[in-house]
Antibody, heavy 117, light 107 residues
């Protein structure tokens, strides 16, 4: 069965960097685009970034463009989100999700990132 | 970027009620509209893709319709397990966007 397990979330100071990971299993990872979606405490869902199945294309939400980088290692079935210049407003639960065309069909349980001094 | 709006932002309903949630896009997204259900403390779950395609395992009381800019999610007879927050999401652009959500709670 499809499984997505995020990790790397923690408490970090403003301005610092952090890398999140999402380990995938149960499907042919290299055939799917992968997304990151976040949810601030008590708020709605915010799409963050996508990486094409082969890593050839990457797109970002305006709120993170230039600060976050999405990448993947198809040999390790893992997608990453490198976050830099972190701000208080980046505090959220970060989900990775499998892209299936224009929708997100499987989601992980999320990893929590808190930006605080 | 394509902006998504939803109405209402919340609603109270009783078991057995028919519930309708509306989603509107800031430009035409043809039928690239998806609906998700999220329960507290859980990850979102895909209910409907391509505006009206029910995902496997999702009860038939859920249905979606619409095209262009206006879309609707309908629950024909609300069940206790349907109390949750519902989000629409456009996949027309490579930069996906979600609606702000509609919270359905018990009257």
């Amino acid at each position: 069965q499809v499984q997505l397990v995020e990790s790397g979330g923690t408490v970090v100071q403003p301005g610092r960097s952090l890398r999140l990971s999402c380990a995938a299993s149960g499907f042919t990872f290299s055939a799917y685009g992968m997304h990151w979606v976040r949810q601030a405490p008590g708020k709605g869902l915010e799409w963050v970034a996508v990486i094409w199945y082969d890593g050839s294309k990457k797109y970002y939400a305006d709120s993170v463009k230039g600060r976050f980088t999405i990448s993947r290692d198809n040999s390790q079935n893992t997608v990453y989100l490198q976050m830099s210049s972190l701000r208080a407003e980046d505090t959220a639960l970060y989900y990775c999700a499998r892209g299936s065309g224009s929708h997100l069909d499987y989601w992980g349980q999320g990893t929590r990132v808190t930006i605080s001094s | 970027d394509i902006q998504m709006t939803q109405s209402p932002s919340s609603l109270s309903a009783s078991v057995g009620d028919r519930v309708t949630i509306t989603c509107r896009a800031s430009q035409s997204i043809t039928n690239y509209l998806n609906w998700y259900q999220q329960k507290p403390g859980k990850a979102p779950k895909l209910l409907i893709s391509a505006a009206s395609s029910l995902q496997s395992g999702v009860p038939a009381r859920f249905s979606g319709s619409g095209s262009g800019t206006d879309f609707t999610l309908t629950i024909s007879s609300l069940q206790p397990e349907d109390f949750a927050t519902y989000y629409c999401q456009q996949g027309y652009s490579s930069l996906f966007t979600f609606g702000p959500g509609t919270k359905v709670d018990i009257k």
